[in-house]
């Protein structure tokens, strides 16, 4: 086996006396192996197989897990090693970090569900996303620690100023009446908080990030060949199998990574009445082209649509809008 990594770690015992053990990363014939060896109290040595297989950041990540928590038993390594993942955070992030864990683990599930269910009604009245409104992990703190007042509220991270004038009287109301055992303000987490636990899940929700950037690359290089054949909407959500409001977002990451995606949008308006789409035109040209609300209020009777009309009509309000700004900020640079 080839030796890639090795190093000693020290623990007083009880009487005085010190435990060593080691820790090292091999390879052989493209196969990753981590071992832990330690002399027990009684001089006895064993030896533990941590890991083995094929993957370099899944072997990395169970080596980053492992000797965090036999640090947190006490262990000491002679050459210094950065375990913690919270050794390349600011105090801010590893904070918030901090309270999104104890979050996950303490919410109300049924105070959650009642505050999301807030959220999806006030969205449908702004005309906004719902994360816009509110993060699922904002959701989650709130419905952990139950925030009674609006300075609580705003002790949460990303609960600022604006955001709780506009909408901390509706949550109070949803919170108020939860009965809680914690307080405010929250530097009593850290010391409810197991580290090794803690760093296991900083690194599975880095693992989880990575994963589902990979993800994210392969379904938009499956969608830019689907749309070179000029797949439709409804094809492209059946292939990609993904909600179509997420769809339209990675379309419109697309078009701000640079690519060509005029033909595809023409197409795709085609299907929409000339007049909807000249009344939606004169209508970003004057209100703006920031929120869809009130061009799709411009162009239809909103009173009389039904939910589904109304998202169908926002899918090709998204694309008008972007042939929009492609058309007119060249205009509008020019005019400067």
């Known amino acids: 086996m080839n030796l890639i990594f090795l190093n000693s770690l020290e623990k007083a015992g009880k009487e005085g006396n010190v435990r060593t053990a080691q820790v090292t990363i091999g390879e052989q014939q493209g196969i990753w192996h981590i071992m832990w060896t330690e002399v027990q109290e009684d001089g006895r040595k064993t030896q533990e197989s941590w890991y083995e297989g094929l993957h370099w ?121 939860q009965e809680r055992v914690t307080s405010f303000p929250l530097a009593w987490v850290q010391e409810q908080v197991n580290p090794a636990e803690f760093n296991t899940w900083l690194l599975q929700e880095k693992e989880r990030r990575r994963k589902a950037e990979a993800d994210k690359l392969e379904n938009k290089r499956v969608l830019l060949e689907a749309i070179s054949r000029g797949e439709m909407l409804d ?31 023409e197409q795709v308006l085609e299907q929409v009445p000339a007049v909807e789409r000249e009344l939606a035109w004169q209508a970003f040209e004057q209100q703006g082209d920031r929120y869809l609300k009130p061009i799709l209020q411009k162009v239809y009777a909103q009173d009389s649509l039904s939910a589904k009309e109304a998202e169908r009509i926002y899918e090709w309000l998204r694309l008008l809008r972007l042939k929009f700004r492609r058309t007119e900020r060249p205009k509008q640079g020019e005019a400067s």
Not at 249 to 262: N, T, V
Request: aromatic share 10%; charged share 30%.
């Open 235 to 265: 094809e492209l959500q059946e292939k990609i199998r993904v909600q179509r409001k997420e769809l339209l977002g990675w379309i419109e990451e697309l078009d701000r990574d640079g690519y060509d995606l005029a033909p595809y949008i």
């Open 57 to 177: 950041e899944e072997m990395l990540a169970v080596f980053r897990e492992r000797v965090f928590a036999k640090q947190c038993e006490g262990f000491k390594p002679l050459l210094d090693i950065r375990i913690s993942e919270l050794a390349d955070m600011d105090d801010r992030t590893a904070y918030t970090q901090l309270l999104h864990y104890y979050s996950e683990q303490h919410a109300e599930e049924p105070l959650y569900e009642a505050l999301r269910q807030w959220r999806f009604k006030q969205a449908a009245s702004d005309g906004k996303a719902p994360f816009i409104i509110a993060t699922n992990r904002l959701l989650k703190m709130i419905a952990a620690f139950l925030p009674h007042t609006e300075d609580e509220l705003r002790q949460l991270p990303g609960m600022g100023k604006a955001k709780a004038e506009r909408y901390g009287k509706d949550i109070l109301a949803i919170t108020i009446q």
